[in-house]
């Protein structure tokens, strides 16, 4: 059974880049059926979609969060990272790694397997 | 953006009843991408239904998705303990922008 886990710091300074990973067990990051996202959440905005990755590199990413961030996948280590650049307090969230089926046209489709989280805490 | 409404916040039920959750979009989603899933506490969400009406593997059958086009349900045709939780609806009909709603959660 395909499974994801986030792993990186669970704190991080205000203006710097946040840096998260995400491993894949049980599948392969490079099946061409997934696509790869990332989500958060907070008590106050609730599910907020980040982004999504193909293994090919092509992404979709949440226009509020664009200009902030940037997702790569590693095919050699089966794993998909996320960069978030200069945080602020907004920023401290759980996030969650995901896996996503891809639809019949091949674009992103529903989260079906979730990490379980990190807390990530912006603050100095 | 494809803004999600749903309704009401919160229910308060016991162990055997009913329950129909709402999930309205601000436009229609388009192919019924629309997905819903389960949260319990301190716990990753976890797919229930996806097309507004698939049961994703492992769903129990007292679990169902109806609608179409802006408005959504998920019914629980009889409550058990482990259902208690918070669901969220989500659209990925938007590929650019999926979107989530704020959730309902069931309550004892």
């Known amino acids: 059974q395909l499974q994801v886990q986030e792993s990186g710091p669970g704190l991080v300074r205000p203006s710097e880049t946040l840096s998260l990973t995400c491993t894949v067990s049980g599948g392969s990051i490079n099946n061409a059926l997934y696509y790869w996202g990332w989500v958060r959440q907070t008590p106050e905005k609730g599910l907020e979609w980040i982004g999504n990755?193909?293994?090919?590199?092509?992404?979709y990413c949440n226009p509020s969060l664009k200009t902030r961030v940037t997702m790569s996948t590693d095919p050699s280590n089966n794993r998909f990272s996320l960069q978030l650049t200069s945080v602020t307090a907004a920023d401290s969230a759980v996030y969650y790694c995901?896996?996503?089926?891809?639809?019949?046209?091949?674009?992103?489709?529903?989260?079906?397997?979730w990490g379980q989280g990190t807390l990530v805490t912006v603050s100095t | 953006e494809i803004v999600l409404t749903q309704s009401p916040e919160t229910l308060s039920l016991s162990p055997g009843e009913g329950v129909t959750l709402s999930c309205r979009a601000s436009?229609?989603?388009?192919?019924?991408?629309l997905a819903w899933y389960q949260q319990k506490g301190g716990q990753a969400p976890r797919l229930l239904i996806y097309d507004a009406s698939r049961r994703a593997t492992g769903t129990p059958d007292r679990f169902s998705g109806s609608g179409s086009g802006t408005d959504f349900t998920l019914t629980i045709s009889r409550l058990e303990p482990e259902d208690f939780a918070v669901y969220y609806c989500q659209q990925y009909a938007s590929t650019a922008f999926f979107t989530f709603g704020p959730g309902t959660k069931v309550d004892i």
């Open positions: 995901a896996q996503l089926a891809s639809n019949p046209r091949g674009r992103p489709y529903y989260f079906n397997s």
């Open positions: 436009r229609t989603v388009t192919s019924n991408y």
């Open positions: 990755i193909y293994h090919s590199g092509s992404s």
